[in-house]
C-alpha cells in the first residue's frame, strides 16, 4: 500500500505541483486548501501518514493547527510543516519536521523516513527510536532486497497475531498467557532491530494485566504502523537509488 498523504496549502498552484510530484513518487495523495478544510476532511476519510501543511494560510494554521491535527490523527501521523522562509515565531514547534520550499522529492522521503512521528505518552520509551540501525544495517547488508522485506512483513504479522492473542488472554484475565506473549514479542521485535516495539513489549511483560493495558495494545499497533510506514518510506529510497545507479550505468 502507498504511504498517504494529505497537502494542505491555500495556493493552488503550490498545492497541485505538489500532489503531481508526490504521485509520480507513488504517494497517495489528496489536497485540502486550507487548516480548517483539513480539519474537516479527517473526521470522514481515512487518517494519512503524513500531513505536509503550508505554514502561510489564512484561518488556522501554525502551531494551533499542528494541534488540532494531532488530536484528530493522534501520534501515527507525522506532521511536516512548510514554507518558502524559515520561520522564527516558533510556528513550526508543535510539528514533526519542516521543509524549506522549493525542495526535492528525495528531501521530502528523507524526512519521513528518518523522523518518525510523535510518539507521547508511550511507556518507558523516552524519544522512542523505531529502529535500530545496527540492527537494520547488517540484515540489510545480508539479505537481497525481497527477503528483508518478506523478514519484516513476517515480523509485523506475528506481533498483530500475538496481540490478538494477548487481547483474548486480557478478556480471560489470564496474566501469565498476556506476559507469555509479550516475551515472545520482546525476542522477536529485538531479532529485526524493531526497537520502539522491543521496548513496548518489555515494558508490556513487566507491568502484565495492569489498569492500563487496553492503552498499551492500543500504542503497540500504533508503533506497528510507524514502523511500517518507516519501512515503506525506506523501500523507496532504495528503489529510486537503484534507478539512479542504472541510469547512471
Known sequence: M?????VVDDDALSREVLALLLQNE???VETADSGDAAL?????ADL???VLTDLQMPGITGNELALRLRDICGPATMLLAMSASAPHDGSERHFDGFL???FTMATFTASIARKPPSVANVPNSGAATVLDEAVYGKLTGSLRPLQLKQLYTLCLADAEARLATMRQAAFGNDDAAYKREAHALKGGCGMVGALE???LATSMEERG???DHIASLKEFIVACERLRGMLIAREIIHDRARGVSGEDA
Open 2 to 6: 502507498p504511504v498517504e498523504i494529505l
Open 26 to 28: 507513488g504517494y497517495a
Open 40 to 44: 474537516l476532511h479527517l473526521t470522514t
Open 48 to 50: 494519512p501518514e503524513v
Open 100 to 102: 524549506l520550499k522549493p
Open 197 to 199: 516495539l522491543q521496548t
Open 209 to 211: 494485566l495492569s489498569d
